[in-house]
């Protein structure tokens, strides 16, 4: 059974920091790439981040660059997502996911994580 169980988040003071984590369990997870998505109320989902299955290589969404940093251990099967200069329009539902060679694709349950003072 396919499990992306992310912890992390809870209120956050702008300019502060925050890491998301994600447990994967079910799948190859070193096979898969891994992404983080968000999505705001009243917006569509939107794309953060993705790291490759060695890691070698990341990408972020124009909005994180230079502030949120992806990073995956595959020997615990865990993503994470270290968010720095946090801004209230980071305030989202942040979700992991994996996307295979197969295109199968699994996402976790969210995350919140509200920037505010």
């Known amino acids: 059974q396919v499990q992306l169980v992310e912890s992390g988040g809870g209120l956050v003071q702008p300019g502060g920091s925050e890491r998301l984590s994600c447990a994967a369990s079910?799948?190859?997870?070193?096979?898969?790439?891994m992404s983080w998505y968000r999505q705001a109320p009243g917006k569509e989902r939107e794309w953060v981040a993705s790291?490759?299955?060695?890691?070698?290589?990341?990408n972020y969404g124009d909005s994180v660059k230079g502030r949120f940093t992806i990073s995956r251990d595959n020997a615990k099967n865990t993503v994470y997502l270290q968010m720095n200069s946090l801004k209230p329009e980071d305030t989202a539902v942040y979700y992991c996911?994996?996307?295979?060679?197969?295109?199968?694709?699994?996402w976790g349950q969210g995350t919140q994580v509200t920037v505010s003072s």
């Open positions: 996911n994996a996307l295979g060679r197969s295109d199968d694709v699994y």
């Open positions: 790291i490759t299955g060695s890691g070698s290589f990341t």
């Open positions: 079910g799948f190859t997870f070193s096979r898969y790439i």
